[in-house]
């Protein structure tokens, strides 16, 4: 595809606005760098207004950098759709079932690929699982929402259900190190591992100046670096995703005696793109600087229409 003239989706009305309004501004000014003439779309919740505004700024392709509910779950994708123009990243099909934690973890299940024991739980329902657990919203990003609840935590968020809906997903929490893969249409760009004081990847870690430091390549036996790569591509095909998706998982080197293990924890179809992001970082260290790598996502943008 030729484009050039792109849109960039950016704020929208999630709890993840302002991490996109930040993805916005640097897709922007990466694009530009690359030559495309650029219109920045500061999206509420108003899908008229949307409609509107890309109406009037009539692009070839639109660059979406949403994050979370309405943004990254098939909502927008389903407008686009509507109006025939090319996205980046995944469809509506396989945005829907990707942000869906519970419905993505069947998909995986069902491909083959690991994942932590767990289930859907409603409020008042006892967890499946013993302690330590983690327990999750079923439709957030950026781990917003996420509890680890340890063997002498004090907090227990079944019990006071600081959620908004009435289902969470839990899951056993699984020990040792935390991995990230790029995925860039047919091929799992590098493995890379995050480590925090926060204790877990959580919101702050993801975003803050120094919240977490990335080591890449990640330091793993060449086998579990290959293992990664296929379990995030086999992910990221199971769901039906196209474009650029990033899959977390968890490698448990914490057993005497025992091979690690790689958990598949999820898949995140519209990665951040700031400057603490993690898919720039793998991809830089390939050889694809920022510009060159917005400039794939636009020119193997697509539309289910």
């Given amino acids: 595809m030729s484009a050039t003239r792109v849109s960039v989706l950016m704020g929208g009305a999630s709890s993840e606005r302002e991490v996109s309004l930040r993805s916005g501004q ?16 500061e999206c509420g919740h ?15 392709v639109v660059f979406n950098a949403l994050h979370g509910r309405f943004g990254e779950d098939g909502c927008v994708q389903g407008i686009l759709n509507l109006l025939g123009v090319p996205y980046t990243h995944s469809g509506l099909l396989a945005s ?3 942000m869906d934690k519970a ?7 069902a491909a083959g690929l690991p994942v932590a024991e767990g289930q859907v739980v409603h409020r ?5 699982v013993p302690r330590p657990y983690v327990v999750k919203p079923l439709n957030e990003g950026s781990s917003v929402g996420v509890h680890i609840v340890h063997q002498n935590s004090n907090n227990d968020p079944l019990a006071d259900w600081p959620f908004m809906g009435d289902e969470v997903l839990v899951e056993a929490f699984i020990p040792g190190r935390e991995l ?6 047919d091929r799992a ?34 086998e579990d670096t290959a293992e990664a790569g296929r379990l995030a591509l086999a992910a990221h095909r199971a769901l039906g995703c196209r474009g650029v998706s990033r899959a977390d998982l968890r490698y448990d080197d914490t057993r005497p005696g025992e091979a690690p293990r790689l958990v598949l924890l999820e898949v995140n179809t519209q990665p951040g793109m700031t400057a603490t992001s993690l898919v720039p970082d793998i ?4 050889g694809i600087s920022f510009p060159e790598l917005v400039r794939w996502m636009v020119e193997n943008a697509q539309c289910d229409a």
């Fill in 180 to 185: 990230t893969v790029a995925v860039m249409g």
């Fill in 103 to 109: 419905f993505a973890r069947r998909v995986f299940a």
């Fill in 124 to 128: 008042g329902e006892a967890p499946p």
């Fill in 189 to 222: 760009l590098g493995v890379l591992e995050i480590t925090s004081e926060h204790g877990f990847y959580d919101y702050d870690a993801k975003y803050a100046p120094g919240g977490s430091r990335h080591i890449m390549p990640a330091p793993l036996p060449p």
């Fill in 283 to 286: 991809a830089a260290h390939v």
């Fill in 96 to 98: 829907a079932a990707a």
């Fill in 46 to 60: 108003d899908p008229v207004t949307l409609i509107r505004d890309l109406r009037e700024s009539r692009p070839d």
């Fill in 26 to 41: 640097a897709v922007g000014a990466a694009l530009e760098q690359a030559g495309y003439t650029v219109t920045l779309v």
